[in-house]
């Protein structure tokens, strides 16, 4: 079992960048695949991003190819999620997630931060 808190959301303007990181607790960090997700008020949980266990594999949704990156460092046990060129249209709860499987599916994820929110004005 593990436990995972995001932190490094908060309020951007338009074209600006933040850095979320994930932090987890638990041996087992490295044998998982870790995705983000995000949750906009009244909309469904979206895939955003998953990186594999070892960080060599990567997979993006399309609205986030080219502006976000996520990464990982199995040694500090974290999982970052850097965004450029940020949208309104980005406004969400960002939340990282842990999966023993290979998904894109909220439902394909075990365990789950409580999620940071973040905010693009225009």
């Known amino acids: 079992q593990i436990q995972l808190a995001e932190s490094g959301g908060g309020l951007v303007q338009a074209g600006g960048s933040l850095r979320l990181s994930c932090a987890a607790s638990?041996?087992?960090?490295?044998?998982?695949?870790m995705g983000w997700f995000r949750q906009a008020p009244g909309k469904e949980r979206d895939f955003v991003a998953r990186?594999?266990?070892?960080?060599?594999?990567?997979f993006y949704s399309d609205s986030m190819e080219g502006r976000f990156t996520i990464s990982r460092d199995n040694a500090k046990k974290t999982v970052s999620l850097q965004m450029n060129s940020l949208k309104p249209e980005d406004t969400a709860v960002y939340y990282c997630?842990?999966?023993?499987?290979?998904?894109?599916?909220?439902?394909?994820?075990?365990?789950w931060g409580q999620g940071t929110q973040v905010t693009v004005s225009s």
């Open positions: 997630a842990a999966t023993q499987r290979w998904g894109m599916e909220a439902n394909d994820y075990d365990y």
């Open positions: 638990g041996r087992a960090f490295s044998n998982l695949a």
């Open positions: 990186i594999s266990r070892s960080g060599g594999d990567k």
